[in-house]
């Protein structure tokens, strides 16, 4: 079984409706990362979470809310999807040593805002 | 100008041909350096991080140049196995937690 989950793979909604995506990990790890990458640009971090109690936004949080409801489970919410969040959106993980930790990342989420 | 940037590429090379890649990156404080490796459509993985005497894994070979700020990839011997785009990855530095994606290099290596 995958170490990183992401539901769902895959997901066409319209604008203005609100959206969730989720990621569970077993590998165990305190820090859980949501990043979208975009066609030209890499990815971009949205929210990161070094706890269960610690939340901060990244590069491009905007339009966008978090949840840590667990170590094992961190949900991105869009409150009112628009076409441009229209994304590949990864979850990932790492462990607390160190100033960067290798980030293990689930398989993604296709997100089509129309 | 981008805080770490890669040439998209692509690269198209026969099998066996060796190639490298560069990374530049702005921030002089950065700490810490890898590549990672994704294929299409799939999540990306570490590769390899990179030390400042450098360093080799098989056929993969990493650098770093701390004084002109950028960051090498070598691919020795290349496989059809190796096509795939291959993402700098640079973070540290002052203002708290920071880690940035390059936008990846694409690479094709041809039968």
């Known amino acids: 079984d995958a170490d990183v989950t992401q539901t769902p793979r895959n997901r066409i909604t319209k604008t203005g409706k609100r959206i969730m995506l989720e990621c569970s990990q077993t590998?165990?790890?305190?820090?859980m990362y949501w990043y979208r990458q975009d066609p030209g640009l890499g990815l971009r971090l949205i929210y990161y979470?070094?706890?269960?109690?610690?939340?901060n936004k990244g590069e491009i949080s905007d339009g966008y809310s978090v949840s840590r409801q667990a170590q094992a489970k961190f949900s991105l919410s869009l409150e009112s999807a628009i076409p441009n969040q229209t994304a590949l959106y990864f979850c990932?993980?790492?462990?607390?040593?160190?100033?960067?930790?290798?980030?293990?990342f689930g398989p993604g989420t296709r997100l089509t805002v129309l | 100008r981008k805080e770490v940037e890669q040439d998209p590429g692509p690269f198209n090379v026969p099998e066996g041909a060796t190639v490298a890649f560069n990374c530049t990156y702005s921030n002089s404080a950065s700490q810490s350096f890898f590549w990672y490796r994704q294929d299409c459509r799939k999540e990306p993985k570490l590769l390899m991080s990179?030390?400042?005497s450098g360093n080799e894994d098989g056929r993969f070979t990493a650098q770093l140049n701390r004084a002109s700020q950028y960051i090498s990839l070598l691919i020795r011997d290349s496989k059809l196995s190796d096509s795939a785009t291959y993402l700098c990855?640079?973070?540290?530095?002052?203002?708290?937690?920071?880690?940035?994606f390059g936008a990846g290099t694409r690479l094709f290596v041809k039968a």
């Open positions: 990179v030390y400042s």
């Open positions: 990855v640079v973070s540290g530095g002052t203002g708290g937690f920071k880690t940035i």
């Open positions: 979470s070094f706890d269960v109690k610690d939340i």
């Open positions: 590998k165990g790890h305190d820090r």
């Open positions: 990932a993980t790492s462990d607390e040593r160190g100033s960067y930790n290798e980030q293990f």
